[in-house]
C-alpha cells in the first residue's frame, strides 16, 4: 500500500470509528447523537502512518464535534454541539485498518449544558402553568413539587436524574414520585402518557388526576370491564373508581 492510500485509508477509519462510538451513545434524555465534523491534521495522519508502518499500531487523539439530539417533549429535540476528543486505537493487518474510538466524555453533563440554554424559560412556563391550576401553591408544597415533574417529564422525559437536575429537586423525591408514575403506567418505558392533558375538554382534570397520583393521594390502574384506566383512593381499590 502507498503512503497516499495509507493516509487515506486511516483517515476513512478513524472517521468510521470515531462515528460508531458517537452511534452507541446511550443516555435518557439524549435521543441520539452524530458526528459533525473529526478533525486530524495531515501532520497526524502522516505520524500515525509511520507508526502503523513500523509497529502495525497508533493510538492518535482526535478532536470531534458532535451533535446531540436532546429531547425536549415526546416528539421534539433540541441539538446541541458538543466538542470532544477521541483517543482512536489503529492496527494494521495486512492492507486492512481496524480502528476503534473511546472518549471519556461525561454525557450526562453535556445533556446539561445542552438543556441549560432554555432551562429557565422553560422552567418558568411550567411554573405559571401549575399557578393556572392553583395560584395559591407554594413552590416547596407537595402539590407544586408533583406537577413540576410531571411537567418536566413531558419536557426532558420519564428520567428522574435528569428531571432532578433540571428541576433543582433532590432525587430521592423525584424518585419516590417516578415510582408511583411508573407503576400507574403514566410513564412507560421512555414515554409520558401525557396526551389526556392537551384534551381541550377533559385535559384540566386529567392533568390534576395525574398529579394526585404523583403524590400519592391516588391510584391508576386499567379496568378491563370498561376498557380504560380508573383512579380511586389507595385504600379503596375495589370501592368507587373515576375513570377518565
Do not use: C
Given at each position: 500500500?502507498?503512503?497516499?492510500?495509507?493516509?487515506?485509508?486511516?483517515?476513512?477509519?478513524?472517521?468510521?470509528?470515531?462515528?460508531?462510538?458517537?452511534?452507541?451513545?446511550?443516555?435518557?434524555?439524549?435521543?441520539?447523537?452524530?458526528?459533525?465534523?473529526?478533525?486530524?491534521?495531515?501532520?497526524?495522519?502522516?505520524?500515525?502512518?509511520?507508526?502503523?508502518?513500523?509497529?502495525?499500531?497508533?493510538?492518535?487523539?482526535?478532536?470531534?464535534?458532535?451533535?446531540?439530539?436532546?429531547?425536549?417533549?415526546?416528539?421534539?429535540?433540541l441539538r446541541s454541539i458538543e466538542p470532544t476528543e477521541f483517543r482512536v486505537a489503529v492496527e494494521a493487518h495486512g492492507n486492512e485498518l481496524?480502528?476503534?474510538?473511546?472518549?471519556?466524555?461525561?454525557?450526562?453533563?453535556?445533556?446539561?449544558?445542552?438543556?441549560?440554554?432554555?432551562?429557565?424559560?422553560?422552567?418558568?412556563?411550567?411554573?405559571?402553568?401549575?399557578?393556572?391550576?392553583?395560584?395559591?401553591?407554594?413552590?416547596?408544597?407537595?402539590?407544586?413539587?408533583?406537577?413540576?415533574?410531571?411537567?418536566?417529564?413531558?419536557?426532558?422525559?420519564?428520567?428522574?436524574?435528569?428531571?432532578?437536575?433540571?428541576?433543582?429537586?433532590?432525587?430521592?423525591?423525584?424518585?419516590?414520585?417516578?415510582?408511583?408514575?411508573?407503576?400507574?403506567?403514566?410513564?412507560?418505558?421512555?414515554?409520558?402518557?401525557?396526551?389526556?392533558?392537551?384534551?381541550?375538554?377533559?385535559?384540566?382534570?386529567?392533568?390534576?388526576?395525574?398529579?394526585?397520583?404523583?403524590?400519592?393521594?391516588?391510584?391508576?390502574?386499567?379496568?378491563?370491564?370498561?376498557?380504560?384506566?380508573?383512579?380511586?383512593?389507595?385504600?379503596?381499590?375495589?370501592?368507587?373508581?373515576?375513570?377518565?
Amino acid at each position: 500500500m502507498s503512503k497516499p492510500e495509507m493516509v487515506a485509508n486511516l483517515r476513512s477509519a478513524i472517521n468510521e470509528a470515531v462515528s460508531a462510538s458517537v452511534q452507541a451513545v446511550k443516555l435518557p434524555g439524549i435521543d441520539g447523537a452524530d458526528v459533525r465534523t473529526v478533525n486530524m491534521t495531515s501532520e497526524q495522519l502522516h505520524r500515525a502512518a509511520a507508526q502503523l508502518e513500523q509497529g502495525h499500531h497508533s493510538e492518535p487523539i482526535v478532536a470531534a464535534e458532535v451533535e446531540l439530539f436532546l429531547r425536549i417533549s415526546n416528539t421534539d429535540v433540541l441539538r446541541s454541539i458538543e466538542p470532544t476528543e477521541f483517543r482512536v486505537a489503529v492496527e494494521a493487518h495486512g492492507n486492512e485498518l481496524r480502528a476503534a474510538a473511546i472518549t471519556d466524555k461525561d454525557w450526562a453533563k453535556a445533556w446539561e449544558r445542552g438543556i441549560e440554554p432554555i432551562r429557565q424559560r422553560a422552567l418558568q412556563a411550567m411554573k405559571e402553568d401549575v399557578w393556572n391550576l392553583d395560584a395559591n401553591l407554594a413552590e416547596d408544597s407537595h402539590t407544586f413539587q408533583a406537577a413540576m415533574v410531571l411537567h418536566a417529564s413531558e419536557f426532558v422525559g420519564p428520567y428522574a436524574d435528569r428531571i432532578a437536575t433540571f428541576l433543582g429537586y433532590p432525587p430521592g423525591l423525584v424518585q419516590v414520585i417516578a415510582a408511583r408514575l411508573y407503576e400507574a403506567r403514566i410513564w412507560e418505558d421512555d414515554q409520558v402518557r401525557s396526551e389526556p392533558w392537551f384534551d381541550p375538554q377533559k385535559g384540566g382534570i386529567a392533568f390534576l388526576l395525574d398529579v394526585l397520583v404523583a403524590q400519592g393521594e391516588l391510584i391508576r390502574g386499567w379496568s378491563e370491564e370498561k376498557k380504560q384506566f380508573a383512579y380511586s383512593a389507595p385504600d379503596n381499590r375495589a370501592g368507587s373508581q373515576l375513570a377518565v
